[in-house]
């Protein structure tokens, strides 16, 4: 079954996000778990078959499984995503002089992340019995 040119650039940006999730595991500047999310955003749209494989997925899928029936975001996830941004704003303070503009930029974007990440419960709401 041929795809709809729509369908088609959902699965392209799922593609393209998976490689760049997948390269955030060895790049300490690129965080994996955003490109995942927004890869499995793109199969939901084009390929239900990649998307149930990204969703099963023994180190990808439990974190997308609980962001998807909950908007939760673990305490590690969270730990390691502050740290990772931390040490790449003193790397690029203190290592690469960057000019204050784009200073300005990244810890906008960082401190975006840091308040959109703190909004999210760490655990699933507790299970109540509805009898």
Do not use: N
């Amino acid at each position: 079954m041929p795809l709809a040119p729509l369908r088609w650039l959902y699965f392209v940006l799922g593609c393209a996000f998976f490689a760049i999730g997948v390269a955030g595991i060895i790049l300490p500047a690129v965080p994996a778990t955003p490109f995942m999310l927004l890869a499995l955003w793109g199969w939901s749209r084009s390929s239900p078959r990649l998307e149930a494989w990204l969703l099963a997925h023994r180190v990808f899928g439990p974190t997308l499984q609980a962001w998807r029936a909950h908007r939760v975001i673990s305490r590690r996830a969270k730990a390691i995503a502050w740290t990772s941004m931390a040490a790449s704003l003193i790397y690029l303070i203190a290592w690469k002089h960057a000019a204050w503009w784009i200073l300005a930029i990244v810890i906008a974007v960082m401190a975006y992340g840091v308040w959109f990440m703190a909004r999210c419960p760490s655990r699933p709401p507790p299970v109540t019995d509805a009898r």
